[in-house]
């Protein structure tokens, strides 16, 4: 980092690479909180979390037990170790809304005051934040595996996958279904609408092809790329697309898929072969197939990339062993390997503007994640964290 320091002083490097380099320094070092704790709210696997995208405080989780929770961020209570604990604020409890497992969940992106949920119940909810009550519904009628709303906020339509061929796009103006799109003979399950064209949505099939879409033409698809999965002529050995992921520019999109294949793609010239084509190490060599595999549920991918990370592009990954991935968006580095959990990882999600990462899995629990440079321990954390360590030596083998 000095030689950097050196090399922006005397003009070699400019001020732009300088931050980079600066953000990106801070994003590896991203370790497990010291200071704040989320409680253990769920009683089985959880599968989707989202947090808001106007306040950037809200965060909502639901997956196995069918209950959604809520948590509020900034409401943290004091415990006898140094970590504050974040106990939910508000929940629906299970099985008063969804009857089967909840595969994903949204917030609106315009304001606060209503969210969405899919589930194996057929249906996609849509829920009013501050009652808490459902407001809508749609049904599918098969499991729905994945759903997006609008990333900008500027039209009223939900993409919902399920296990059918077909993309449908739920109208919340209407409350009907506004159109149906033949999207992937094997079923889809993953989706992301482009954050800077609101029209376009992009389709990861189990048939390892990844589609975009131009959602107001009657011809709508954009392209159709498959890059390692054209040479299979079988259609099961062919390999499913579990996540995808729109930079934040709208350039490019990245995927995921259940060979821990991870490719780059650009949008502008829709390219045949991917900018980036990477494969994410584990750090066990466990490869969870009721995770990542070809099926119902795909691991829920994020991007580190706001006015905290200075220019840096960085997106965490399940690995669906109980370890994240942090990839360099631009190169395919992997950065790091973030493990902590003691389950398989399913889902992530970025808290903008406070260089905060939440993970969670099949053990239940959320997990935070932030540089050791963004804690600062009270006098009081400081001692409970000394008294830790000094039970810890205690029980050691000498005494």
Known sequence: MSGIVRNRASGAVSAAAMQRAVSTKVLRSVALAETKRVSRAHTAPVHCMAIDKVEHRFLLSAGADTSIQLFDLEAMQKTDTCASQIEPAHHIPAESGHTRLISSIEWYAADTGMFSTA??????????????TEACQFDLGSRVNSHRMSATGSHSLIAAADESPYIRLCDLATGAFAQTVSAHAQGCAALAWSPTDPYT??????????????????????????????LSTNPSKRV??????????????????????????SVTNFAIEPLVDCHISTKTGIRSSAFLSPGPVGASMTSAVDGT??????????NGNTTVAMVDISSGQQMALLDGHFAPTTCTAWRVGHLELYTSGADSEIIVWCPPANEALSDAQMEARADAWSDDDSDGPNN
């Open 201 to 230: 949505l992009a389709t990861g099939g189990n048939d390892g092809c990844l589609k975009l879409w131009d959602i107001r033409r009657a011809d709508s698809q954009l392209c159709s790329l498959d890059a390692g999965n054209s």
């Open 240 to 265: 499913a697309i579990s996540s995808l992921l729109f930079t934040e520019d709208g350039s490019r999109v990245v995927s995921a898929r259940s060979d821990h294949r991870v490719q780059v793609w």
């Open 309 to 318: 990370t200075a220019g840096s592009e960085v997106m965490f990954v399940p």
């Open 119 to 132: 589930s194996f119940d057929h249906t996609v909810r849509i829920w009013d934040a501050v009652e808490l």
